[in-house]
């Protein structure tokens, strides 16, 4: 620019004016940014008024980088074009197809064993699209070894996992290469080759994919990826790839999916257009746009506000002058949600070959306050990023329950068809805190005191009346740390009055889980022919048939109840006499048991080469921990010596000893495990 240029130049700033309407008061500034910053908002979460690519992804990350520190991945890469001058993402292409991304991190995976639950629910039965188990593959793999994977990632800082649901997903010719591509893709804009591997999912109305990167870059350093590129980034590459294959959305076909909108119980593209729209809640739809695509915008907004009216979250307070609710998208979102849930429990009822009235459906936000019996119908996982697991459970009280939150650990054995019980989380007090509150004098607790009465009464399995108590003290030094006990030296603690209360207090704040006893992993057409002592029988051992209802899987347990009876009376083990009253064998469910473990321990004998010998009650049991069975009876463990091995009741305490050598002592179809005997822990 030359000096006249700038000489010329006179800038004339002119007076304030009234507003144009005639003299109305302006907004105030804090008004305008207020507006400037949902605009702002709506940019980044929409790429375009109608949101082509979808939503933003939820993310793990709360800053721009997830991850930690490290080389930031996906800064200053390709992606950035995307980016508009104000940091936002920018709109989309129109037509572009929708795509839902949501991503998550997790730290060490791999250590923490999180990574193993991950994948191998990913592959569970019933996903892949005939229903069979989930296929693992990878970039180069049709069939990736998962096991291989995990070993590689096992001491990897994080592990970060996708899940890629194009809207239009069905249309895809190959889900698998189009993830394949877009993997590629997300190589190129980091800057790096990545170590993935992927799950197809149609178990849903929209195909997807689960995808699992690990944490380390080619180099083997730490991947951190740019939190915008997880969030955005990654959306808008597979928004492209989908719309690359199947052609940009046309506006027919635009038009037919928001006017498919209109109806919804949820919380649709239309909403979040108008929410951005709306000024302090107040949308005006007086005027009449002169093109035909405005014009259609207008009549999809007020069709959709006589819906949101009916739902009580808008009010019309003029002629095309409506206001808002403030609860208007968390109550969609809570409907949305509910709606989802309805459906998967149809589903998942509908595949188990059962229908039930929608009235009896229950869902449960946290653990229920009675306890619930039932059938397992279907298990999945709450956040499909996380690890914990929602269970469906088709009940005996008639109705089918819905309960979230459970951890994949209390559930692993139970399949589709297992019978459970689910109640409130254990709050109830631990037998050692009874203990050590009755060893207590005057609130002193003395270990040594303890150990002289064990010895005295001589009721600890196996003897080890030292490891006994120390169990004891170790209790006392959680509960130390937590600040209701106090250590005054090795051989003395100061115990609260109301120790056992706040005892149980501390262990429900640690443990706001529902409580979960599997009754039964056979469904009930194998328990009615089983061999062993099987959950039905220990319901007509009891009697009483009051908590099953007369309709639904309560009917069902009566129906086989019955069978059970006349398959006992069969074999013998029960009789019917003139007046029809039934006579079961004395200690039924001990012969049942035994009959059954003896019968398994030959078919395990013939795949080993060693022999089985059966465990008589009150006998110590030693040698390796091998492995477990599942049986009518229950779960056994395997305990090997060099010669033979037997089958004992199995305990979940023992499960990290598999491989080691293991001792307890057999007690009324349960053992008492006495584990690592020089730490003295008896269980």
């Known amino acids: 620019m030359s000096a006249d240029d700038e000489d010329r130049f006179r800038p004339k700033p002119g007076r304030i004016r009234s507003d144009a309407r005639g003299g ?10 207020r507006k400037i910053a949902r605009q702002q908002s709506t940019v980044r979460s929409r790429p375009s008024t109608w949101g082509n690519a979808g939503a933003p992804a939820k993310s793990g990350t709360r800053s721009s980088t997830a991850g930690g520190p490290g080389v930031r991945r996906g800064r200053g890469a390709a992606f950035v074009q995307f980016r508009n001058l104000s940091g936002g993402w920018r709109h989309s292409q129109p037509g572009s197809r929708r795509v839902v991304v949501k991503t998550r991190y997790v730290q060490n ?7 193993a639950a991950h994948l191998r629910y990913i592959q569970r039965d019933g996903t892949s699209r005939d229903g069979e188990r989930g296929q693992l ?47 590629s893709q997300v190589e190129v804009d980091l800057g790096t080759k990545l170590d ?21 870059d080619d180099l083997g350093k730490n991947l951190v990826i740019n939190g915008d590129y997880l969030a955005n980034g990654i959306r808008e590459r597979a928004s492209e790839l989908t719309t690359l294959e199947l052609g940009p959305v046309t506006e027919i076909e635009q038009r037919r999916k928001l006017s498919a909108e209109i109806d919804q119980d949820r919380f649709t593209r239309i909403d979040r257009a108008m929410t951005g729209e709306a000024e302090d809640r107040f949308l005006d739809l007086r005027h009449k746009p002169a093109d035909p695509g405005g014009q259609f915008d207008r009549t999809l907004r007020l069709r959709r506000l006589d819906k949101l009216e009916q739902m009580g979250v808008a009010t019309e307070h003029a002629p095309g002058v409506w206001e808002l609710s403030e609860r208007l998208e968390p109550t969609l979102r809570e409907l949305g949600e509910r709606g989802d849930i309805i459906r998967s ?4 009822l509908r595949a188990d070959g059962h229908d039930r009235d929608p009235m009896t459906f229950r869902i449960h936000e946290a653990a229920p306050e009675t306890p619930i019996v039932g059938r397992v119908v279907d298990k999945y996982l709450s956040d499909e990023l996380g690890e914990n697991l929602t269970v469906v459970i088709d009940g005996i009280d008639g109705q089918t329950h819905h309960v979230a939150g459970i951890e994949q650990s209390k559930l692993e054995d139970a399949g589709i068809g297992s019978v459970v019980e689910i109640g409130p989380a254990d709050t109830a007090g631990r037998p050692s805190d009874r203990a050590i509150a009755d060893i207590a004098e005057d609130g002193i607790y003395r270990p040594s005191r303890h150990l002289e009465q064990a010895k005295f009464e001589g009721r600890v399995p196996g003897g080890d009346d030292e490891g006994f108590v120390d169990a004891h003290v170790r209790r006392l030094e959680a509960l130390r740390r937590a600040g209701i006990v106090e250590r005054i030296d090795a051989n003395q603690w100061r115990i609260p009055d109301d120790f056992e209360s706040k005892a149980a207090t501390y262990d429900a704040g640690r443990n706001r889980q529902a409580n979960i006893r599997i009754l039964s992993t056979f469904d009930l057409e194998k328990q009615i022919g089983a061999d062993g002592a099987t959950w039905l029988d220990r319901r007509l051992i009891a009697g009483g048939a009051s908590d099953l209802a007369p309709a639904g899987f309560g009917q069902e347990v009566q129906q086989a109840i019955d069978r059970r009876r006349e398959h006992l009376i069969e074999q013998g083990d029960a009789t019917r006499q003139r007046n029809g009253r039934v006579f079961y064998r004395r200690n039924l469910l001990v012969t049942l048991r035994e009959r059954e473990v003896v019968r398994a321990g030959a078919e395990v004998a013939a795949t080993k080469s060693m022999a089985f010998r059966a465990a008589a009650d009150g006998e110590s049991v030693s040698g390796k921990f091998t492995g477990t069975l599942q049986l009518s009876s229950g779960k056994f463990a395997i ?45």
């Open 24 to 33: 109305a008061q302006t907004k105030s500034f804090f008004t305008k940014v």
């Open 109 to 115: 995976a791999g250590r923490s064993g999180k990574g």
């Open 137 to 183: 593959y990878s970039a180069t793999e049709d069939r990736a070894d998962g096991d291989a994977f995990l070993d590689r990632s096992k001491d990897d800082p994080r592990q970060f996992r996708f899940i890629v649901s194009p809207e239009d997903g069905t249309d895809l010719s190959d889900l698998t290469a189009h993830t394949r591509d877009l993997m």
């Open 196 to 216: 993935w591997v992927a799950v197809n999912h149609f178990n849903t109305g929209h195909p997807h994919v689960h995808v699992i990167i690990r944490g380390r």
């Open 345 to 348: 429990m149809h589903n998942a």
């Open 639 to 683: 305990v090997e010596k060099s010669h033979e091995f037997t089958l004992v009741p199995w305990r979940s305490v023992i499960d990290r000893q598999l491989g080691q050598e293991v001792m307890g002592a057999v007690q009324g179809g349960s053992v008492s495990w006495q584990l690592d005997r020089k730490k003295g822990l008896g269980l």
